[in-house]
């Protein structure tokens, strides 16, 4: 079985970042949408206020299975999956899933403007105006996404940007409830 390395994820190669996991049911499922388990651990902290003024920790999400996408609203990868991050947030969530689209560097306003312009309904923004998540989270290159178990373990990671509403994703992140 072959991991993504720090040296390889950080190198931001898209390539690299669709290494097999077996650790899940549905690993093969995870290796084709471009999913893997990285093989460096980080420890993740989250300590974020969103667009209202509500800091968002790791630990309010506690017990649920939650996906944290790193974004800008001058990435245009980034712009292109955001209202399918939205459209998942609201198909898994009553599930004990949740979605946070944490933006790296932008003004709220720059922000704000760009949401008008999607479908972003449901979606909690988290707001990273001071650039200190990227060297917490080991983000080179936009986006990044990881994806934590319900005790905070990063157990998948994804370079660049994906499908995350369509039937085959929700269907493999539906397994990560079960394992």
Known sequence: ???????????????????????FAAGNDFYRLGLAEPAFAIEPKLDLPDLGGTVHTLSDYSGKILLVSF??????????????????????????????????????????????EIDDDGLTILMDTEKAMPSTWFLRGLPVTYILDG????????????VWDSDEMIAALRTLKST
Do not use: Y
Not at 1 to 23: C, E, I, K, Q
Not at 92 to 101: I, Y
């Open 151 to 162: 005790s905070g373990k990063i157990v998948l990671a994804a370079i660049g940007d994906r």
């Open 71 to 116: 974004w800008a609203t001058w990435c245009p990868p980034c712009r292109k999956e955001m209202p399918g991050l939205a459209r998942l947030n609201r198909e898994l969530g009553p599930e004990g899933f949740a979605v946070l689209a944490v933006n790296v560097g932008d003004r709220q306003d720059r922000i704000e403007g760009f949401l008008d």
């Open 1 to 23: 079985m072959r991991h993504l390395n720090r040296r390889d994820f950080l190198a931001g190669s898209a390539a690299m970042a669709v290494m097999p996991g077996t650790a």
